[in-house]
């Protein structure tokens, strides 16, 4: 068993965290070379970390079955979402999962199909294609609305004043992941950006629990649930309402938009219409190479092994989905966007994309976040041919949620327009 490459520096003057902050892909890349690995430690955050960007290293780290490894989001966002499932281990998130994986089933998710529809259906047809849009901020709107719509039963065309109100709240509320968390009162009365969060983490609860009271929807189905405290309700109605999975959602449909209106593509957006194989290999080439999170946390409550390499009790580790999606023991030429490899090389490699997470703690939602964007790529694909505005810089931001680093501009014509 060997020992993890690369130094953890003194406290304070030796941390990493602006340089990975700064420019995360090139901190890992340069880390990689440095110690000849794909895993290796520095500090981050002020403390004893090892990143993790080895295909196996990540598989070793999210199917952790002996709970040597705890959710290491609770001091950096548990202000900002209260107690829910993020923050949970052992018994206590087996139970809440439980619960919440009831909201999700297969017959669950087919209940939210016809309010997904409706609105994917009305938001499309009222885009003006006369000029060329900025595709992300279209999609993370569309996105928004829908799972506002899901999970508080809010009618944006009945209700436009609220869902406006709550649409700002929850960015808001979002700018607080990214702040530094202290809560201070500037001069004029001025809250700082982290004491604005929660001010709109106190609004938004209290828009939430109006909603309970009135007994309908999807809030009305998280009073059915056997929680073990009354406030999971609350919080985790917080947590899908939150600008998170508007995000992450906009985020994979902004990078298949992308993807597929460049003028290099083999195929056609006709294709991806009618061949459903075709549509599926190229949203898990997104997924590969465009994950809306590079990673996640966790932290070493014991010591234990990932990689092939010895994980110290109390060392944090950040797992990089990113680098494992792009590891070359895995993907032959990582860096190409070829759908072509999941019919071929990686045909059997599925269970190697950690988009939406993987073992015990992967995403609860992930069925649900897929019939939303295969439902808008449907409906984009029977109404829309785009192609990108020429010399655009298309290159990712990836923190804290990829999109492009600069406003991409698409060109959209409705279908019958682009048959003339």
Not at 53 to 81: P, T, W
Request: include cysteine.
């Amino acid at each position: 068993m060997s020992a993890v490459p690369g130094k953890v520096g003194w406290p304070i003057v030796g941390d990493q965290s602006y340089s990975f902050y700064r420019d995360p892909t090139s901190f890992i890349e340069q880390n990689f070379s440095n110690h000849q690995s794909r895993i290796f430690k520095a500090r981050f955050l002020n403390k004893p970390t090892v990143f993790v960007g080895s295909n196996k290293g990540v598989q070793d780290v999210l199917n952790d079955d002996s709970s040597a490894l705890e959710m290491g989001y609770r001091a950096f966002m548990y202000q900002i979402y209260g107690d829910n499932i993020l923050f949970m281990n052992d018994e206590e998130s087996i139970e809440v999962r439980k619960c919440l994986c009831k909201l999700f089933t297969t017959h669950s998710i087919e209940d939210y199909q016809k309010t997904i529809d409706a609105i994917t259906s009305k938001y499309l047809n009222d885009i003006d294609t006369s000029k060329p849009l900025c595709v992300y901020s279209v999609l993370k709107q569309l996105a928004t609305e829908i799972c506002l719509s899901l999970f508080l039963d809010l009618d944006f065309a009945h209700s436009k004043d609220l869902a406006v109100q709550i649409s700002s709240l929850t960015k808001t509320h979002w700018h607080g992941i990214v702040s530094v968390p202290l809560n201070l009162k500037l001069p004029m009365g001025n809250s700082s950006t982290f004491g604005k969060a929660l001010e709109a983490k106190a609004s938004l609860l209290k828009v939430i629990e109006e909603k309970l009271q009135q007994k309908s929807g999807f809030t009305h189905k998280m009073e059915g649930l056997s929680f073990p405290n009354s406030s999971y309700i609350q919080n985790h109605l917080l947590l899908f309402t939150s600008a998170l999975v508007p995000k992450a959602i906009a985020s994979l449909l902004t990078s298949f938009i992308t993807a597929t209106g460049q003028h290099d593509q083999v195929f056609c957006q006709d294709d991806l219409l009618f061949d459903n194989a075709l549509m599926e290999s190229v949203l898990l080439e997104v997924e590969r190479l465009y994950p809306p999170f590079i990673g996640g946390r966790r932290v070493a409550r014991k010591d234990c092994v990932i990689g092939g390499y010895h994980i110290e009790e109390g060392q944090a580790l950040v797992y990089l989905s990113h680098s494992a999606h792009r590891d070359p023991d895995v993907f032959k030429d990582p860096e190409k966007f070829d759908p072509g490899r999941w019919t071929n090389g990686n045909a059997k490699d599925k269970e190697k994309l950690f988009c939406f997470g993987a073992g015990p703690r992967a995403c609860i939602g992930k069925n649900f976040v897929n019939i939303i964007v295969h439902t808008i790529l449907k409906q984009f694909l029977q109404q829309f041919r785009w192609k990108l505005v020429d010399n655009q810089d298309l290159s990712p931001k990836w923190l804290p949620v990829s999109r492009p680093r600069e406003a991409v501009m698409v060109q959209i014509s409705r279908e019958q327009e682009s048959m003339l």
